[in-house]
């Protein structure tokens, strides 16, 4: 790798995960449906040579991972193991700018997610600032 990989000033997310009722209230099909909806989503945005050409395998990935944070099993660790998120990340450059394109397209995801998926209303907030500080940590160029 011939780059300089940033690392983010504020280090690994500081703040709470995500509320661990959550998979409780949803249920697990509606986390992969959110993680469906929001790589369909990427899929029409400007970042999406950065996925792999099957973004249903990636969308599950993700969903994965979410689900032992939001109190499920850890399907994610069962399956890949360790999650290293960072690290599985940095083979892409990620600005300021794609961390931004990708909030983006999650914000489009919650902004219907309480009649779409019965997402809680009172939570969004909470889920959102855990992706603000999650992704903060995905970027890797100044």
Do not use: T
């Amino acid at each position: 790798m011939d780059r300089e990989i940033f690392v983010p000033p504020s280090g690994p997310p500081q703040g709470p995960g995500p509320d661990r009722d959550l998979y409780a209230q949803l249920g697990e099909e509606a986390i992969f449906r959110i993680c469906r909806d929001f790589y369909s989503e990427l899929e029409r945005s400007s970042i999406r040579a950065m996925f792999p050409e099957n973004m249903d395998e990636a969308s599950k990935k993700l969903a994965m991972f979410l689900v032992p944070l939001m109190g499920g099993p850890p399907l994610y660790q069962m399956k890949h193991g360790p999650p290293r998120m960072r690290a599985r990340h940095i083979p892409f450059v990620i600005s300021e700018a794609e961390r931004g394109i990708w909030l983006a397209c999650f914000d489009k995801v919650l902004a219907r997610a309480p009649e779409a998926y019965g997402f809680p209303k009172e939570k969004i907030p909470g889920f959102r600032a855990f992706l603000e500080g999650f992704s903060a940590w995905m970027v890797n160029k100044a």
